[in-house]
């Protein structure tokens, strides 16, 4: 069996076709996937589509791509964890690649939610892009090794993932890891201990290969597996069996 670690669900590209891709991820072995949570207004569309199905859950936090948008409390993100369905914070983190200084509103942000992991006791989804330095600062300074997490769509240095698993955090990879010209991360992909490895999609973005360019949906997760056991020289269901074993010990609220 499979798990997608991440995957955007309740957005429009997906929303609109989530028996077909329930089906198909049934097809696919993929047996669970979290759906996580990007802002607050969208939030409780989130929730909804996950509450009937026993095999999808969410997070709740605020992506740090989203400059004007509510700002919610660690004491709010810790009440609205309490949910049964709510298996993780975030995502959360600093992203300096599509916006510029000054971010110190970013910074706050990513501090209020490791605050709200430490106090509802779940794991931290994390998002790092052109901003390792900082990311790897402030997990240090709010504790973030308290309650761990994962750094998803993992596309940073081996230094930096080696720094990021000495605070309790796994890494995921995504669909990236099957394009041609991404070598280090394909290197990094070998490296990487099997105790600390997720896969995830990240869809609707990110379709691996073969399907690179379309819509992404948690079924074509399996792919990434495939990659990595190709690249480890390695059967397809070690891979499975680690990546999925990983998750439920992370996101333990979740009934196997």
């Not at 973005?205 to 495939?226: F, Q, T, W």
Request: aromatic content about 8%; overall charge negative; some cysteine.
């Amino acid at each position: 069996m499979y798990v997608d670690s991440h995957c955007h669900l309740d957005f429009p590209e997906l929303a609109q076709n989530l028996p077909d891709i329930l089906r198909r991820m049934e097809q696919n072995l993929v047996s669970h996937a979290l759906v996580v949570s990007v802002n607050m207004p969208q939030w409780p569309g989130l929730m909804e589509l996950v509450a009937p199905h026993p095999h999808l859950y969410a997070s709740v936090g605020v992506h740090p791509d989203y400059e004007d948008t509510p700002e919610p409390s660690a004491d709010e993100l810790a009440g609205m964890a309490e949910s049964p369905k709510v298996v993780a914070i975030g995502e959360t983190g600093l992203d300096y690649f599509r916006l510029s200084e000054p971010l110190e509103w970013q910074r706050e942000r990513f501090r209020t939610h490791i605050r709200a992991s430490r106090k509802s006791g779940l794991p931290l989804i994390i998002h790092t892009r052109s901003a390792s330095e900082d990311t790897l600062r402030i997990m240090r300074e709010e504790g973030a090794d308290e309650f761990g997490g994962v750094m998803h769509c993992f596309t940073e240095s081996w230094e930096v993932a080696q720094a990021a698993m000495a605070m309790n955090f796994y890494i995921s990879l995504s669909g990236i890891v099957t394009f041609k010209k991404a070598t280090d991360l394909q290197d990094l992909a070998v490296k990487l201990p099997l105790d600390r490895l997720l896969i995830e999609t990240d869809s609707p973005y990110l379709a691996p290969v073969p399907y690179r360019g379309k819509v992404n949906d948690p079924s074509k997760v399996i792919h990434v597996a495939e990659k990595i056991a190709e690249l480890r020289d390695m059967p397809v269901a070690e891979v499975a069996k680690h990546s999925t074993d990983n998750f439920f010990r992370l996101f333990s609220k979740i009934q196997r």
